[in-house]
């Protein structure tokens, strides 16, 4: 195509200039190595015959052992570097629809056409502003394969490529900038791609942080002055003082469930560089607004309440009060580490945010207005968002461990002698007593075991957080494996003995409560169990009272991965779409407004895919308020590693909440849903029972993924400070969900991401003569059906049964009875996609990806036959240790490769 002449330009440089570094640091033939797989690759991929496929496992063979690291990484950086040039080609494109003046899909100009188009006016658009918003949540979830170091080098090149685009360069200066890129592939060449110790948790915090600090504290004012502007120009009124649309959160540091290594005193060290991060920037931004403002009364005049302020006559009154306010914030920070303070400081971000609206006044008033909107909007933006915890941190914990803290705390009280006997509806009593009692159970002499100590001091950290940094440093408390109304009563009570609720003017006054308690239902028979256990809570009147001094608002999360791994695709995400629709059903009954958590993946099986596609599938009531979503791994480089790349992401996000918190469905799809409904229950349940019957029920399916996955080495790439599993147990149930994941990703099947529908699809079809033309109308207007659809293309294409019979053949008589299952499952399924989209081939709708996966395919080909043959070498008892080692190393290398070629982990 034409307009994609660019990217296969910067393809072709980043490859020649990777070849001739091959070259200079491994000599010629490591080169030709390379050059005799990829040829190799290339003819399999053109007709995979049982003589291509041999040539390719020769070409593979015959790399020495002290050349096949060298070999490996030569793939591996390649997609570092196509990727590169993707998002370059992205940037590009954004430019040319900017040039061009188009409205760009997605933006908020197409957004503020759509919504007037739909009738509304600039107060109903400033009511939606008020009423909706997204937050996004960075994750510690291990699913970014490539390290920091990695990254930054990564962030030099794209810088450097974008650079080569300017019109204005000359030859010499093309040729400087081949020359720095040349030198950062150098660089990155010789830096080890795999971690050699597992990252901490701190690491975590500060790897997060990295985002915050040099994309998102400068990019987020930008993207809400753009949704200004196009409320302006579209409906004629400035829109200034309306809460953000957009704000971050995240779990680094706080998700402690089944991560022994996120303790308390991790937590508080979490909050305190939050909080240091952001006093950092605002002390930035006031340099460079002393810089800036360089304003003189003699010239332009002030007001008279800013010059009163400063205590006497100023020439340059704006720098004086931003001297000022530097003398306060280095006072502010002190006061927040427990230091010693002589002189006034900011006891908020408010108090802050007064100052620079005295100054934003008096520049307004005396013909500064540009000024204003140029450097203090955007910096009282970003008080508004960050205030001084930066980002809000969510705290995180599997119920039994609330179970056991508050069993030991009722017996050592003499109030229970054994809480974990007592049923569900003696647990909510004995709960809602204590909960309801202003006296504290917590005995403060009392040693009590480690698991309560550290419940308890949890809480008090986060009490502690409260005090020091504001409410918004945490607001939610998630409760992992929720099961009964008991498992949030419990948190509850443990928040009530670290006084975060109670009733300190008395039990018939309001109550004290400040901290969401939120559940998380992660597996289909808690999602089906959802609108049971809240219906419970909210007819209880203690919970009732915590709501109302929560404001009414109850947060639910709802779990993409586990429930994924428990049902499968179509069921999973079936489910949650119907739990969504009895929860909000439920929750208006009771007065209630319910916000959404929702905990995706990356990954196409963990509910990954395009954000704004994710956000338009939920029901269109699930939209009317906050929306909240992880962003995990790789994700969050992909999306947030690039100023232009985060701007363009968050605007698309925000604006699929207003399109999708505003839409109204057709006449057609009032008449036909209920049938619709019922064609998708009856799939779900089909689709239930294949996947149920492989993954759970088959004999050899266990042996099978341990042994034609890569899931052993996983857990040994030091990608996150958690344990790969909750327990020893090799069972599925009881592995997390990303290695799981990440596991079928590396072997090509991706089944995960598609198993069941194919066999659900093929039976409703047999059953039902018209399902077929539902199904296609459902695909054409129904936003949950066709993403769902669409997502299960990316995983079909992605997915490889050519590749994937290379893994099988691993697993010896448990692949012969297993492979040709899925095999079968995965031609239903493309077959039933092909028959509901009416397409020819898989991704007809989306041209530019499936080329993508065309044109990857054959350098990930050999990162994949590298992968099965030294796979096949660890299982045997063969190696030395040092062979084993060096064989590890290299495979750990080929999950980097397949990581970066298919632009997925976990």
Not at 317 to 327: K, Q, S, V
Not at 350 to 375: I, K, N, P, T
Not at 728 to 737: G, M, V, W
Request: aromatic share 8%; charged share 30%.
């Amino acid at each position: 195509m034409a307009n994609d002449a660019p990217l296969h330009r910067d393809i072709r440089v980043l490859g020649d200039l990777l070849g001739e570094v091959l070259v200079e640091q491994c000599g010629r033939r490591v080169f030709d190595h390379v050059e005799s797989i990829r040829l190799a690759a290339k003819a399999f991929r053109a007709d995979p015959s049982p003589e291509t496929r041999a040539a390719l496992q020769a070409a593979v063979s015959a790399v020495e052992p002290e050349h096949r690291n060298d070999v490996i990484h030569a793939f591996s950086v390649y997609f570092q570097l196509v990727n590169l040039a993707e998002q370059n080609h992205r940037l590009r494109r954004h430019r040319d629809y900017d040039r061009s003046q188009q409205v760009l899909r997605g933006s908020f100009r197409e957004t503020m056409r759509t919504l007037a188009d739909r009738g509304m006016t600039a107060d109903d658009i400033e009511s939606l502003l008020r009423e909706v918003g997204i937050e996004l949540v960075l994750t510690a979830h291990p699913t970014e394969a490539l390290r920091r170091t990695v990254l930054d080098k990564h962030t030099k090149i794209a810088a450097f490529l974008e650079d080569m685009d300017d019109p204005r360069k000359t030859p010499r200066e093309l040729d400087v900038l081949r020359e720095r890129i040349r030198t950062e592939i150098v660089a990155l060449w010789q830096t080890r791609s795999v971690r050699k110790q597992r990252i901490t948790v701190l690491d975590e915090v500060r790897n997060g942080l990295y985002f915050l600090d040099q994309i998102l504290f400068d990019v987020l004012p930008r993207v809400h002055q753009k949704l200004e502007q196009a409320v302006e120009e579209q409906f004629g009124r400035q829109l200034l003082e309306l809460p953000p649309l957009i704000r971050f959160g995240s779990w680094m540091g706080g998700d402690r469930d089944g991560n022994p290594n996120v303790t308390s005193d991790i937590t508080w060290q979490t909050l305190v560089l939050h909080c240091d991060l952001a006093l950092n920037k605002y002390e930035q931004k006031l340099r460079e607004l002393g810089r800036d403002l360089s304003v003189s009364v003699d010239r332009a005049g002030a007001d008279e309440d800013l010059l009163a302020s400063l205590g006497g006559e100023n020439d340059e009154p704006y720098r004086a009060l931003i001297n000022r306010m530097l003398e306060r914030l280095a006072n502010t920070r002190r006061r927040l580490h427990g230091e010693r303070v002589d002189g006034p400081d900011y006891a908020s971000p408010e108090a802050m945010m007064e100052d620079v609206e005295r100054m934003a006044r008096s520049l307004a008033h005396h013909r500064g207005q540009r000024m204003v909107d140029a450097w203090l909007r955007p910096f009282l933006l970003q008080l508004r968002i960050f205030g001084f915890h930066m980002v809000t941190l969510d705290i995180r914990q599997h119920s039994g461990v609330h179970e056991q803290a508050v069993a030991e705390l009722l017996q050592t009280a003499g109030l229970v002698d054994d809480y974990t006997s007592l049923g569900e509806e003696e647990r909510v009593r004995v709960l809602s007593e204590c909960l309801a009692s202003p006296r504290p159970i917590r005995n403060p002499y009392h040693v009590y075991s480690d698991v309560t100590t550290e419940a308890l001091a949890v809480l008090d950290c986060v009490r502690r957080g409260h005090e020091t940094f504001g409410p918004r440093c945490v607001q939610d408390y998630l409760i992992s494996m929720t099961q009964g109304a008991s498992d949030l009563l419990e948190v509850l009570l443990l928040a009530k003995e670290s006084g975060l609720f109670g009733w300190p003017d008395g039990p018939m006054a309001p109550p004290k409560s400040d901290l969401n308690v939120v559940p998380l239902f992660e597996t289909i028979e808690d999602l089906e169990s959802a609108a049971g256990i809240m219906r419970s809570l909210f007819e209880n009147p203690v919970y009732r009272r915590h709501l109302e001094m929560r404001g009414w608002q109850q947060e639910i999360m709802l779990g993409y991965s586990d429930s994924n791994k428990d049902g499968g695709y179509l069921t999973a995400n079936w489910s949650l779409y119907m739990a969504q629709k009895h929860l909000i059903r439920l929750a208006e009954a009771y007065g209630v407004r319910i916000k959404f958590f929702h905990g995706r993946g990356g990954a196409l099986g963990r509910g990954g895919g395009p954000v704004e596609q994710s956000i338009l599938a939920q029901p269109t009531e699930a939209l009317r308020g906050h929306v909240k979503i992880t962003e995990q791994g790789e994700v969050i480089s992909q999306r947030y590693g690039h100023p232009g790349i985060a701007e363009r992401s968050l605007e698309s996000s925000a604006a699929a909440v207003l399109v999708g918190a505003t839409r109204e469905d057709s006449e057609e799809w009032a008449e036909r849903h209920p049938r619709w409904f019922r064609l998708l229950d009856r799939a779900s349940e089909i689709s239930f029972r294949a996947y149920r019957k492989l993954v759970f029920e088959h004999p050899a399916f266990l042996e099978y993924f341990h042994r034609a996955t890569p899931i052993d080495e996983i857990g040994k790439m030091n990608i996150g400070s958690r344990p790969s599993r909750r327990s020893q147990s090799a069972r599925i149930e009881d592995l997390r969900a990303i290695p799981w994941v990440f596991s079928w990703t590396q072997s090509r099947h991706l089944l995960p991401a598609w198993y069941g529908f194919g066999s659900a699809i093929e039976a409703i079809m047999r059953e039902d003569p018209r399902a077929l033309e539902d199904l296609r109308r459902m695909y054409e207007v129904w936003p949950f059906f066709r993403t769902l659809v669409d997502n299960l293309q990316m995983a079909l294409a992605k997915a490889d049964m050519l590749v994937a019979k290379e893994y099988a053949q691993l697993a010896g008589e448990a692949g012969e009875a297993v492979f040709p299952l899925i095999e079968e499952e995965y031609a239903r399924t493309e077959r039933a996609v092909l028959d509901i989209t009416g397409y020819r081939q898989l991704l007809d709708n989306r041209p530019v990806i499936r080329e993508s996966i065309s044109l990857r395919n054959p350098y990930v080909d050999p990162l994949s036959f590298f992968q099965v043959r030294l796979l096949a070498d660890l299982r045997t008892d063969n190696l030395s240790p040092e062979e084993r080692e060096a064989e590890l190393a290299d495979a750990l290398q080929t999950i980097n490769g397949i990581a970066a070629g298919l632009r997925n982990t976990g």
